[in-house]
Nanobody, 124 residues
Framework: QVQLAESGGGLVQAGGSLRLSCAAS????????MGWFRQAPGKEREIVAG????????YYADSVKGRFTISRDNAKNTVYLQMNSLKPEDTAVYYC?????????????????WGQGTQVTVSS
């Protein structure tokens, strides 16, 4: 059974940092692009960051550019999201996803495996 398990969420004050991890099991995703999405209450799910299969290419939403860093360790079948300088508007459930593509994928329909999500709450 293929699973993506996110961890590392929690409550943090504005300006703080968190590191999210997404561990895959059941199959390897070393040949697949991966991504992090988030969904805040009352809002649609949006992409936060994406990374190509090799880690050589990345994408960031404008709202997180310069603050968040996506990375991956294919040997561990794990993808990370380092989040610095967190803001209250970053509060959301964060989801890890695996794409059908090798290149960076920008849209949710390009992802076919999803984790259950981890809550990130940033207090002001």
């Amino acid at each position: 059974q293929v699973q993506l398990a996110e961890s590392g969420g929690g409550l943090v004050q504005a300006g703080g940092s968190l590191r999210l991890s997404c561990a895959a099991s059941g199959r390897t995703f070393s040949n697949n692009a991966m991504g992090w999405f988030r969904q805040a209450p009352g809002k649609e799910r949006e992409i936060v960051a994406g990374i190509s299969w090799s880690g050589g290419s990345t994408y960031y939403a404008d709202s997180v550019k310069g603050r968040f860093t996506i990375s991956r360790d294919n040997a561990k079948n794990t993808v990370y999201l380092q989040m610095n300088s967190l803001k209250p508007e970053d509060t959301a459930v964060y989801y890890c996803a695996a794409s059908t593509m090798r290149a960076v994928a920008y849209y949710s329909y390009q992802y076919n495996y999803w984790g259950q999500g981890t809550q990130v709450t940033v207090s002001s």
